[in-house]
């Protein structure tokens, strides 16, 4: 499969994907491939972070939002669930549409379809109103995400690649805190009484001025596959199943009194993901257009990265979720100090992503290992603080060792992002694209279901305090598979 686009004028490239010599122009020369500006870089950056903005930034606003809609504990959860899932489900269907309809044109209408179901939330009436918007705000994540990073594989190449990777890596990290402290921020300030409204209603200006420079300012090249693959309904299907049947119920399960609907979904998992994998290899083997062909995971960089992603995103989305109730319930936080406290956490990891590209170069993966090892010194050390230091802890205390668990952090999630793209070819930048966002967002989800599930049954029991240690201890284990796992990506880190 081969990928041609042509070129907008006056862009000033910061790379350029390798030539295919196999599709010949009239000069006998290939054809030349979009290059994205700098500018280009910046606005699809600026995309890529508002989901994952978004799917923080509720964390720190849940009392906020149970008190003034009244919502409880099932309908809460929804509001983290019900994004979290539909924005996992169609990531890779969302990647593979922007490979047939264009990249820039399937970003643009995310763009402007988050604006909307953002503006959606913030004056939602009712609970059940909050849940429907939020499926809807994730929806058009998943429209928007895959174009960003397809964008970026598609229209650069070589060391321009591999530094456009690492900023989008860093870029996924931070936006990650920052959700929380910003929404820590907006419910504090309670702007014009807005309250929880303005962590919502912010990411209308923001996706307007992404808007504005994608549209006025041409900055983000069209890019689309030669020869787009037809959707894989099947295939779309049964893994829009798999995913639900997993993440709904262990979500939703807890708070709901784990009815029996829970246990039959959980039954059914199985069965879908073994559905799903059999259709897609029989897709594949009669030359059809499988959603997730198998033999992109056959690739050595996608198969170890993605196995790497699993464990390591599943314990920070539990370690987020489960860090903002224990300030707030445990140690009395509002909501401006629980955000706050996540400050250190998101300097350090700001300060290694960048320094993680000169490191990369020239301790290949080492370097994921050893910051999956500082991570794991930090947990240490954020279970010790609390253990010992009960339930009077002040934002200084908790600095450091959030600092040492920042900091390793981003040694670890932009290099890894960088490794799984490393080596797709640009024909299949949305499939990839969608196949990395959906394991990234799946397993966030699933840590906020499992350790959040952990953290809230044991909290009723032995307390606040004693619950967090135990889901720091239970996430250790999650660290000890990321470090076994980084032995197996490849040692040469493009």
Not at 195 to 202: K, N
Request: proline share 6%; aromatic share 6%; glycine share 12%.
């Amino acid at each position: 499969m081969t990928s041609r686009a042509q070129v907008l004028p006056r862009v000033t490239r910061i790379g350029a994907p390798a030539r295919n010599s196999s599709v010949p122009t009239r000069s006998h020369s290939p054809a030349p491939a979009p290059g994205l500006s700098s500018l280009g870089l910046l606005t699809v950056l600026l995309g890529a972070a508002l989901p994952m903005v978004d799917f923080f930034i509720v964390n720190v606003a849940l009392p906020t939002i149970d008190r003034d809609l009244h919502a409880g504990p099932a309908v809460l959860e929804m509001v983290v669930a019900g994004y979290g899932v539909a924005y996992a489900v169609l990531l890779v269907l969302g990647g593979r549409l922007g490979d047939m309809f264009g990249r820039r044109n399937l970003f643009l209408w995310g763009l402007g379809l988050f604006a909307v179901t953002s503006l959606a939330c913030g004056v939602a009436p009712s609970a059940w109103t909050l849940v429907a918007a939020r499926v809807a705000q994730g929806a058009a994540s998943a429209l928007l995400l895959p174009q960003a990073l397809a964008t970026i594989q598609s229209a650069t190449s070589g060391g321009a690649r591999g530094k456009a990777l690492s900023y989008y890596g860093a870029t996924a990290g931070i936006a990650s805190v920052v959700g929380q402290v910003l929404g820590g921020v907006l419910v504090s300030a309670d702007i014009a009484g807005s309250g929880w409204r303005a962590i919502f209603l912010v990411n209308v200006p923001v996706a307007a001025v992404a808007l504005a420079l994608a549209l006025a300012l041409k900055s983000v090249p069209e890019t689309r596959s030669a020869h787009p693959a037809r959707i894989d309904k099947p295939g779309t299907a049964l893994l829009a199943v798999t995913l639900i049947t997993l993440l709904l119920p262990l979500t939703e399960g807890r708070a709901a009194g784990w009815p029996l609907w829970s246990w039959v979904l959980l039954a059914v998992f199985p069965l879908a993901a073994a559905a799903f994998v059999a259709v897609e290899r029989r897709g594949e083997r009669d030359g059809g257009n499988p959603l997730i062909p198998p033999s992109l995971l056959r690739v050595h960089s996608v198969r170890s990265g993605l196995l790497l992603i699993v464990p390591f995103c599943l314990g920070f989305g539990g370690f987020m979720f489960v860090v903002a109730v224990a300030m707030q319930d445990g140690l009395r936080f509002g909501a401006l100090e629980a955000g706050a406290a996540l400050a250190p956490l998101c300097a350090a990891f700001f300060a290694a992503s960048l320094l993680g590209p000169r490191m990369v170069a020239r301790f290949g993966r080492r370097v994921v290992t050893a910051g999956s090892l500082v991570q794991g010194v930090g947990l240490v050390a954020l279970a010790a603080t609390f253990h010992y230091g009960g339930t009077g802890l002040s934002i200084a205390e908790l600095a450091p060792s959030m600092a040492v668990i920042g900091f390793g952090q981003g040694f670890v999630l932009p290099v890894v992002l960088r490794i799984v793209l490393s080596e797709v070819p640009a024909a299949q930048a949305g499939v990839g694209s969608g196949a990395m966002a959906t394991t990234q967002q799946s397993s966030l989800a699933l840590g906020v279901a499992t350790l959040g599930t952990l953290f809230l049954t044991l909290s009723g029991s032995i307390g606040v305090r004693d619950a967090l240690v135990w889901a720091l201890v239970a996430q250790l284990a999650a660290v000890v598979a990321t470090v076994a796992l980084s032995t197996r990506l490849p040692r040469r880190i493009v």
